[in-house]
Structure formats: structure tokens, C-alpha cells
């Protein structure tokens, strides 16, 4: 099945773009280096290999049997190294587990046999291959078995998941439809991929270091040149602080540069060259030097002197920095966000979603139109709609781990957050302020730190002292109770920039414990137990980005509109639904 979805670039049930499975199919062991053959391949190959040997093994002389058991032994290696692997990294690849236990437990068989073969002087070929039968029988059985219910129990655990995006798909499709012909001021990218009047217009904020994003620009383009009733246009949300006034700093430190290079191209050398460099600066995840792009972008018909000249013009620049404007004013939040006729798709990320909303798009009877056509809602009417329309998680509760004092709450809201984070910090600012005026609210912060050392949801190193301020926050719950917690909560936040041990000893003195004692609680199992539990949790809500706000169970699709009302405005409504019931 890994093998299908490497070949077919389908997803199997379990196995999404965003899945532990996905990433570890993404992952230096994925595949074999320098040729880039998929791991699930050679696998596919090596158990296809050992069933011809098995069957082959009472013909074959005794050299090829021995032969046949050092290669399933090398398979075992494999397997345990992989299986290594997939634990260091933290991925729960169902699939994964269950071919190599299944591998495991036929090389077990394998080595069974021929010891038993071996000590009753029997003829070896058949008694081996009768054992080796019975042993590749039961790897398939426990394989089989151990994938069906790891398989059914992801399904089950991550069906209201999948409910809620396909809710939001219907919710948002529906809207597309309605506002088909609706007149406004124009929405839309500067180089327009399909006809300039079509029925379905794709808008897409998109960063070339995302690996959605190149998914997801790869699968538009292949619509539109199959259609001719849709187009599709990019707009540039770099997840990088030196084009983007809403990064929290450079996540994607190659991506406004990247968004420079395709825009140069336009300039330079039109639509044309335009695509072919997005396709280019996709396929190379933004790494490339300026020379490189040079030298690719002559064969697509591109000058050098204009290019180089585009690439040095400070307005190139501020054309990127315009779409990040524009994105941060919407409210976005992650990239790829799809917007089709000015309505956002929400549930794009369901398989064949992206499809489906185009097609519905295309067949809503009403006449192709421009762009002039389109403008997206106000971000703030989005976003609480969205959190109105949003399926209800169960979220544990963790007493006594609040950043607020125990009322009686007609109001939970729980901020997923990391201490470096200066959005965290802003967020968290806000709903402290509003459960002063509000005194049914209780808040909950739960650490879900941008550093996968301590975070197996993230790829990166984003913020390196993150895990260490999330330490230093439960260490003093653990020795000070809660009043200590929520000190140290805003103190942290407030050293957000320069932390350190000695602030930590002084930190200790504010709260009455002793500094050695803070110091070493750091080390703590419970403390270190107490913060990945909240990364735990937020991984299997789905979290890829912070701050991220659930306000009674529900996600805030973004926590901060450009006229800063949203969560007031989410926080009064889900007061007032709670006074009602």
C-alpha cells in the first residue's frame, strides 16, 4: 500500500500529505540517496524477492538457500534500523510498524526452521521451505492483523477530524457558488495562469519553502490545463520576517527571496517565464543562488541583464512585501490558504477536495467574469463564522495548569503557545486582559514549543530556548503550585528575548523557592512528562502553526484581524451561547 502511494501519489487511509506516514515517506530515509528510489519500493521489491525464494527453495541448491537467508537476515537490519528510525523521530506510521514487525517475525520463522532442520540431520531444502511457509504465513498474519487495528483505531481517532473539514469544504464551496457574481473591487494575483474571464478563479497565498504549497501549485496547474473555465494566480505569504510584516521571524529564511526570484522573472520575461520559474523554485524547496536562477531562466527565454536587473530593484521587493500585507489583513495564518472567487476553500486539505471545489465552481451557471468580480470577506466575519461552523474537540482538562485563577467557567479558552513566540505573547496578552472583564472565562495555556526537540509535531529548530522556558513554567507549578505557574507564565514572556539561567535563579527568588531547587526541577520527569503531554495533545488536534486559540472546544481559524476585534468578538458570542444553554 506504501508502495501504491509512492507510485500513484495518492494518499491510503492513514497515510495524508500531513500524517506521521506522509512524513516519513518525506524523510531522509524515505528513499535511497542519490537515485531517490522510494524506501517503500525496495521494500515492495525485497518481500516480492523473498516469496520467489520461498517458493523456489526446494529446487534450489544449498547455496541459493543460504544465500536467500543472509538477505532476509540483511532485511532484518533493515528493519530494526528503521524501525529505530521512526522512534527517534517520533512518527507513528502505522504502515511502517506493521510491514517491519510482519518482516520480523518471518525472518523469526526463517531462523526457527533451519535451526530445527539443522539439528534433526533432515534434508534441509524441504523442511525449509515448509517452515519458511508457515513463518511468512505468520509475518503476514501479524503484519495483517497489527495494521487493521492500529489502521481502524487512527480512523476512528481522527473521523470527527475528517467530518469537520468536510463540513467546512461544504460550507465554504456553498459560498463560492453564491457569491459566483457578485461585483466588488478585484482580487486576484499579477500573472494569471488560463483565460482572464473564467467561471473559477483560484487565488492561492503560497510560500516556496512549503511543501503543501508546492503540492498543492502542482495540482492546480494540472486543473487549469485540463479546463477551460478556470485560472489560477499566486500571491506571495513568505514565512520570513524580512517580507512578511506578520512572520513571527524567518521560518522559511529562503522564501522571500525565492518570491523576489519569481517575481523577477515576470518582470523580465513575462507570464510564460513567470510559471516556468514558479515550477523551478518549487522543485528546488527555494535553494538556489542567484546565478543558478540566471542560467535556468535563459532557456526560459529571459534575458540575463533584465533579470539581474529586476532582482536588484528595490520594487521587486515591495511587490512580495504587498502580498504578505494584503495576507496578514485577511488574517491568514499558513500557507497554502486557496481562495476561489474571493471565498476561502476551507477542507481543501480532504482528498480530490481541491478538484471538487472547482468543479462546483465551474457548473454554478453563472458567466465567466475577470477578477474584477472577486473580493474576499471581512477576515473578521470569516474567522467567527468559521469558529461557529468548527466541530467541538474534547480538550482534557489539566488542574491545576492555568494561567488564571479556578471560577466557574462559562468560557474555556485554551492557547496552544510558545514562550519565544512574540504572536504567543500578544495572544496571550488579549485573553488575559478580557478574563479581567469577564469572570466566567477560564484560561488554559498549553505549551506547544516551535523546537522539535522537545516538539516531534515540528521540523525545525525555530526557536532553541523554547523547550527550556516551557520546562522552567511547569518547574514552578511543580514546586510553587499554580500562582507560581502563572507568574512564571508572565515572566517568561516578558524575557521573552533574553533568558537565561540567571534570570531563571532570579525568577526563583520572586516566587520564594529555592533557585537550585528551580534549576533542577528542569530535569524533572514530571516537568518534562507535563510538557509533552500539551505537545501530545496539540499534535493530535492537528496544530501546524502557533498561537493556536480554542475557545469552548472549538479552533479560531486565526487569532488577530486586521481591526483586532476577533477575539472579543468570538469570546462575547461564546459567553453569550454559553448563557443559554
Wanted: proline share 4%; glycine share 8%.
Amino acid at each position: 500500500m506504501l508502495a501504491f502511494a509512492s507510485i500513484t501519489d495518492r494518499s491510503i487511509p492513514g497515510c495524508g500529505w500531513a500524517a506521521d506516514c506522509g512524513r516519513a515517506a518525506r524523510s531522509a530515509w524515505g528513499s535511497l540517496p542519490v537515485i531517490g528510489l522510494p524506501t517503500s519500493i525496495i521494500g515492495l521489491a525485497y518481500f516480492g524477492g523473498c516469496a520467489a525464494w520461498w517458493l523456489r527453495a526446494s529446487r534450489a541448491g544449498a547455496g541459493a538457500e543460504i544465500a536467500g537467508r543472509w538477505v532476509v537476515r540483511a532485511g532484518a537490519a533493515a528493519s530494526l534500523f528503521l524501525l529505530a528510525v521512526l522512534a527517534i523521530e517520533g512518527l507513528d506510521c502505522w504502515y511502517c510498524l506493521a510491514a517491519h514487525l510482519g518482516n520480523l517475525t518471518f525472518v523469526l520463522g526463517i531462523e526457527t526452521s533451519a535451526r530445527r532442520t539443522a539439528s534433526g540431520q533432515a534434508p534441509p531444502r524441504p523442511s525449509t521451505t515448509r517452515h519458511a511457509g508457515a513463518a511468512c504465513l505468520a509475518g503476514l498474519a501479524v503484519g495483517s492483523a497489527l495494521l487493521g487495528v492500529l489502521s481502524s483505531a487512527w480512523i476512528i481517532s481522527n473521523r470527527r477530524e475528517a467530518q469537520s473539514a468536510a463540513m467546512e469544504f461544504e460550507s465554504s464551496t456553498a459560498a463560492i457558488a453564491r457569491r459566483a457574481g457578485e461585483r466588488s473591487a478585484g482580487f486576484t494575483g499579477r500573472s494569471i495562469l488560463g483565460p482572464s474571464k473564467a467561471t473559477a478563479r483560484v487565488v492561492v497565498f503560497t510560500d516556496f519553502e512549503c511543501e503543501q504549497c508546492a503540492h498543492t501549485e502542482r495540482e492546480l496547474v494540472s486543473i487549469v490545463r485540463a479546463r477551460s473555465d478556470t485560472n489560477l494566480s499566486l500571491k506571495h505569504f513568505p514565512l520570513c520576517s524580512t517580507c512578511n510584516p506578520a512572520a513571527p521571524s524567518s521560518i522559511h529564511t529562503r522564501s522571500c527571496a525565492a518570491a523576489v526570484a519569481a517575481e523577477s522573472a515576470r518582470i523580465a520575461g513575462g507570464d510564460d517565464a513567470y510559471w516556468m520559474a514558479v515550477a523551478w523554485i518549487f522543485g528546488r524547496r527555494a535553494a538556489f543562488t542567484e546565478d543558478e536562477f540566471v542560467l535556468s531562466a535563459a532557456g526560459w527565454g529571459v534575458r540575463a541583464d533584465a533579470l539581474r536587473a529586476a532582482l536588484a530593484d528595490p520594487a521587486t521587493a515591495d511587490l512580495v512585501r504587498a502580498d504578505a500585507t494584503e495576507g496578514m489583513e485577511l488574517g491568514l495564518t499558513r500557507t497554502p490558504t486557496i481562495f476561489i472567487n474571493g471565498v476561502e476553500l476551507r477542507g481543501w486539505e480532504r482528498s480530490g477536495a481541491i478538484t471538487q471545489a472547482v468543479e462546483r465552481a465551474a457548473s454554478s451557471g453563472v458567466p465567466p467574469a475577470t477578477h474584477e468580480a472577486d473580493l474576499p470577506a471581512n477576515p473578521t466575519e470569516r474567522a467567527v463564522e468559521a469558529w461557529m461552523e468548527a466541530t467541538e474537540v474534547q480538550i482534557p482538562v489539566r488542574v491545576p495548569r492555568r494561567a488564571v485563577v479556578d471560577r466557574d467557567p462559562t468560557v474555556r479558552v485554551v492557547l496552544f503557545g510558545d514562550y519565544q513566540d512574540r504572536f504567543t505573547q500578544e495572544a496571550d496578552a488579549l485573553i488575559r486582559e478580557y478574563t479581567r472583564t469577564w469572570p466566567g472565562t477560564v484560561y488554559e495555556f498549553r505549551h506547544f514549543p516551535a523546537n522539535s526537540s522537545c516538539n516531534h509535531a515540528v521540523t525545525t529548530n525555530h526557536h532553541p530556548l523554547a523547550c527550556r522556558m516551557a520546562r522552567t513554567a511547569e518547574a514552578a507549578r511543580l514546586l510553587g503550585g499554580a500562582d507560581a505557574f502563572a507568574r512564571a507564565h508572565q515572566w517568561l514572556f516578558e524575557r521573552r528575548q533574553d533568558y537565561s539561567d540567571a534570570g531563571v535563579r532570579a525568577l526563583a527568588v520572586e516566587l520564594g523557592i529555592d533557585p537550585n531547587l528551580l534549576v533542577a526541577a528542569n530535569r524533572d520527569a514530571r516537568v518534562i512528562e507535563a510538557v509533552q503531554a500539551d505537545v501530545y495533545t496539540g499534535a493530535s488536534l492537528g496544530i501546524t502553526a502557533i498561537p493556536a486559540v480554542f475557545i469552548n472546544g472549538r479552533p479560531l481559524q486565526t487569532w488577530k484581524t486586521r481591526d483586532g476585534e476577533l477575539l472579543t468578538r468570538v469570546l462575547d458570542m461564546a459567553a453569550m451561547q454559553s448563557a443559554a444553554r
